[in-house]
């Protein structure tokens, strides 16, 4: 029995059905969807008749997708970043696509396996790697980093506002005894940043989170994903991108926005000489849960979907 198996990976896809209107499915279409995970967005899609590709850089969540979706003969999957399908020769293994989906972040079987690292709430390794391929650990930036880069992450990646605080009290900390557990970061959290409340989101899980886009480069590689993912789609494709904090959304509205073609041109210059074209067209506000679909699932308290369509 595989670990994806025995354990069960349970994930509740967020704005599901807003994502199949948002794609505007048609028989056969063929949708990238980067963020596989446990495969909820990709069930759907295919059982509405659409040719799925699913990336994932997990092996853990690639397995039980694919256990999950492998009866689809419209169905591949492919263990690869999606800010790394620009090298090599991704970009023709992939093939064109009719859209895409970006469903940012970790999954719920990433966050509620303590050996995963990723979790507040079960003690276990600091690891946070998504791709367990790769080098660097979270541990290994609890004690490598020097306290002013530790304090720059968490401060531009966690907008923790006493970010500097929890750097210092961390350094102190790793003098002492090496920081290897998601446990000792907690108790070093909670040590400058108050003890959690009931109804409460944690203290330090801005500083879970700002560790955890450190290890997996997430923002570098959003970036990079965006751009290669808009080239894969054909004219009229339809890019659709969920994600859960704002420093995500930003990078995504500012891709969105340097393609919409607006005018560069210094204020007051007469007739518009800055050649902007537009590349995309895109839906003017980001698409948020309803109350009820929060109630039922608080991961999607924080989502925000933005929809673009290639021009
Ligand atoms: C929120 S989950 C996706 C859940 C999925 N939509 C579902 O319905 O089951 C995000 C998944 O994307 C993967 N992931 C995050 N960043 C990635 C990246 N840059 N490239 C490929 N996969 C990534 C994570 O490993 C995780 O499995």
């Known amino acids: 029995m595989t670990e994806s198996e025995g354990v069960g990976f349970h994930h509740v896809p967020v704005l599901l059905k807003e994502a199949l209107e948002e794609l505007r499915l048609f028989p056969g279409m063929r949708v990238l969807d980067c963020t596989l995970g446990g495969g909820g967005h990709s069930l759907a899609l295919l059982e509405r008749g659409a040719r799925v590709t699913g990336l994932d850089v997990d092996e853990m969540a690639l397995e039980a997708a694919s256990a999950r979706l492998g009866g689809f003969a419209g169905f591949r999957a492919f263990q690869v ?11 023709e293994r992939i093939g064109p696509q009719d859209g895409a989906l970006m469903d940012l972040g970790v ?15 079960r003690d276990g390794p600091l690891d946070m ?7 660097l650990s979270a541990a290994d930036v609890v004690r490598d980093y020097s306290e002013a880069d530790l304090r720059r992450i968490f ?3 966690g907008e923790e506002k ?3 605080k929890v750097a210092r009290r961390l350094v102190q900390e790793r003098t002492r005894r090496p920081v290897v557990t998601t446990g000792q970061l907690v108790e070093i959290g909670e040590s400058v940043l108050g003890r959690p409340r009931p109804g409460k989101v944690h203290p ?7 560790l955890r886009m450190e290890v997996n480069a997430e923002l570098e590689r959003l970036q990079s994903g965006l751009e290669a993912v808009f080239e894969i789609l054909v004219p009229g494709g339809r890019l659709l991108v969920m994600s859960y904090h704002s420093l995500e959304d930003r990078c995504v509205k ?4 340097e393609r919409l073609g607006r005018c560069r041109c210094p204020r007051g210059t007469p007739i518009c000489i800055c050649g ?11 698409i948020q849960a309803s109350p009820a679909e929060i109630e039922a699932n608080p991961r999607a308290r924080s989502v925000r979907l933005r929809v673009a369509q290639k021009l």
């Open 129 to 135: 790697r998504m791709d367990r391929r790769l080098d």
């Open 276 to 286: 902007a074209k537009p590349l995309l067209r895109a839906r003017g506000k980001a």
């Open 81 to 91: 970043n999606f800010g790394e399908i620009a090298e090599g020769d991704w970009m």
């Open 204 to 210: 330090a899980t801005k500083i879970f989170q700002a």
């Open 162 to 164: 006493q970010a500097g």
């Open 107 to 121: 999954s719920s079987p990433q966050l509620d396996r303590g050996e995963r690292g990723f979790s507040i709430r």
């Open 254 to 257: 500012q891709f969105i926005n």
């Open 155 to 157: 401060f531009e990646y």
